[in-house]
């Protein structure tokens, strides 16, 4: 069998209390399971000292010269993925939140052919994970599960999860088109679209060990507006 | 229509369309641009220099005076200009994008090989 090239893209902004551990975490889940996943971690225009970190800790990283948000920081990390002919990409957040033992489960079906994009999702097997999530979100998340649903007849439970595997072929999509604010659904939606296979894997989170969650509640209505008018009026079309 | 209000908008058109040929000349303003700028000018001094010409659409449109089509036209004009603008920013912020990706990559590789 030949060995996939595989990266995990880690976007981070003002991560300083989190980003070395999530970097060291990745290195030693690779030496003690004498693996290899490469990793990148794009510093989007993070005012605090994590540039600082990465480079005296001589990390692998892409730091931006100007912030431009989740979107635009994620897909960086596919076009590098794209650039350096990687097989499987993954987002994982550098806020401690994604467990790298998980990555194999994950990518486990991309190898396999089964499914050319895979969301580490906490609530398709409610025992594998003990993650919390407040009622608001809970009902957000539904409604978006639900638009999903009602344009690409697929269903998917967690909708918002930023810890997804793709293959080549999505990293190629991903590279040239990626949606800027709120990416995560809108992005499974653009794939859906294409007819490509997605899977969802259930995973275990950990509770944010520190920063702050990129949606707050006052944002809120917005971002189901954006995101729900967003998904149904996406373009169907071929792969 | 009142003369005073015909005299203000001939008055502002002018003024408008001089200007706008000026910042043309000066390069500030690309051609491209200024077209919708000149476009609406030249209906402001029509209004206020034709005043039946326009009085027959008034009617047809169904608006009780001739200044209140005027306000409607122009209200409307500058919520075009306002749609192409925001166009023209979401196309160069995707631009931007781009560059500040393609760029922050090409540092990673030169800083690499230093």
Redesign the interface.
């Known amino acids: 069998m030949k060995r996939e090239k595989i990266l995990l893209i880690i976007p981070a902004y003002n991560e300083e209390e989190n980003i070395l551990k999530t970097c060291k975490q990745i290195i030693e889940h690779n030496k003690k399971n004498k693996i290899k996943y490469d990793y990148v971690v794009i510093n989007d225009g993070s005012k605090d000292n994590t540039e600082m970190i990465l480079k005296s800790n001589n990390l692998n990283y892409i730091s931006l010269i100007n912030n431009l948000g989740i979107g635009g920081a994620v897909q960086t990390g596919y076009k590098y993925a794209y650039k350096k002919d990687y097989d499987i990409a993954i987002q994982f957040d550098g806020d401690g939140q994604h467990d790298v033992s998980y990555v194999e489960k994950l990518i486990d079906p991309i190898i396999n052919d089964k499914a050319n994009m895979t969301i580490g999702s906490r609530f398709i097997d409610k025992n594998s994970s003990e993650f919390k999530s407040s009622a608001m979100r809970r009902v957000g998340i539904n409604l978006i599960s639900f638009a999903i649903k009602l344009k690409t007849k697929f269903k998917v439970f967690d909708t918002t999860s930023g810890f997804r595997a793709v293959d080549k072929n999505i990293i190629k999509l991903f590279s040239e088109d990626y949606p800027t604010e709120y990416p995560e659904p809108i992005s499974t939606v653009n794939v859906l679209n294409k007819n490509y296979k997605v899977l969802e894997i259930p995973v275990g989170m950990n509770e944010r060990e520190g920063g702050k969650s990129s949606i707050n509640s006052w944002k809120t209505v917005y971002y189901m507006i954006n995101v729900i008018l967003s998904i149904l009026l996406s373009k169907k079309g071929n792969k | 229509m009142a003369n005073n209000l015909r005299i203000l908008l001939v008055i502002f058109s002018i003024i408008l369309m001089i200007e706008i040929l000026r910042l043309v000349s000066k390069q500030k303003l690309p051609i491209k641009y200024s077209l919708v700028w000149l476009g609406s000018a030249l209906l402001i001094f029509v209004v206020g220099a034709f005043p039946n010409f326009i009085g027959f659409f008034t009617s047809l449109v169904g608006f009780k005076t001739t200044s209140n089509l005027v306000v409607g036209v122009i209200l409307s004009l500058l919520l075009m200009i306002t749609l192409i603008l925001t166009l023209i920013i979401a196309e160069q912020?995707r631009k931007?994008?781009l560059i500040?990706?393609?760029?922050?990559?090409l540092?990673?590789e030169v800083e690499k090989n230093e």
């Not at chain 2, 500040?100 to 990559?105: A, H, K, L, P």
Request: aromatic fraction near 0%; charge should be positive.
């Open positions: 912020k931007i994008k500040v990706q393609e760029i922050s990559i540092k990673k």
